[in-house]
């Protein structure tokens, strides 16, 4: 009984990983819901590189890659595709200046958002991805 007060509320790694695996639906549901300027604020501040690791996904990414764990296909929807695809929006936003993107659509701005936030734990990166990637104040 005494340990059952002592461990109610604590996570157990069935429970950690349970909650891991719904993580990735929930963040897309709560971006969604998210105002168009509350995405712009997030977007921006990611390509700005807080509370976001590009360099450690990055490499995160090629290690995936180098033990064939991902695979390139150049296809929309594929993990390095969208990746690539998000680098690029990214050297665009270093090269022009903060504050533009490729397009001016709350969609284009809410898919790269989504993408962003969910990518490192949909290339497998597990909760190393998770928490390279991703501001975890923001999840919820």
Same mark, same amino acid.
């Given at each position: 009984m005494a340990t059952n007060r002592?461990?109610?509320?604590?996570?157990?790694s069935d429970s950690a990983l349970r909650e891991f695996t719904r993580w990735p639906k929930r963040e897309v549901?709560?971006?969604?819901?998210?105002? !168009?300027? #509350? /995405?712009?604020? &997030?977007?921006?501040?990611i390509m700005d590189g807080r509370n976001y690791s590009w360099h450690s996904i990055n490499e995160q990414m090629q290690a995936q890659l180098d033990?064939?764990?991902?695979?390139?296909?150049?296809? !929309?929807? #594929? /993990?390095?595709? &969208?990746?690539n695809n998000l680098c690029h929006e990214?050297?665009?936003?270093e090269q022009e200046g903060r504050g533009?993107?490729?397009l001016s659509c709350a969609e284009f701005n809410r898919d790269c958002l989504i993408n962003l936030k969910i990518i490192p734990t949909k290339a497998g990166l597990g909760f190393e991805g998770k928490q390279s990637g991703l501001d975890l104040t923001t999840s919820t």
């Open positions: 002592l461990t109610q509320g604590v996570m157990n549901l709560r971006i969604e819901a998210l105002p !168009d300027q #509350d /995405v712009i604020s &997030e977007l921006e501040s033990k064939r764990a991902l695979e390139f296909t150049a296809e !929309d929807g #594929d /993990v390095l595709f &969208e990746w990214k050297r665009n936003w533009r993107f490729s």
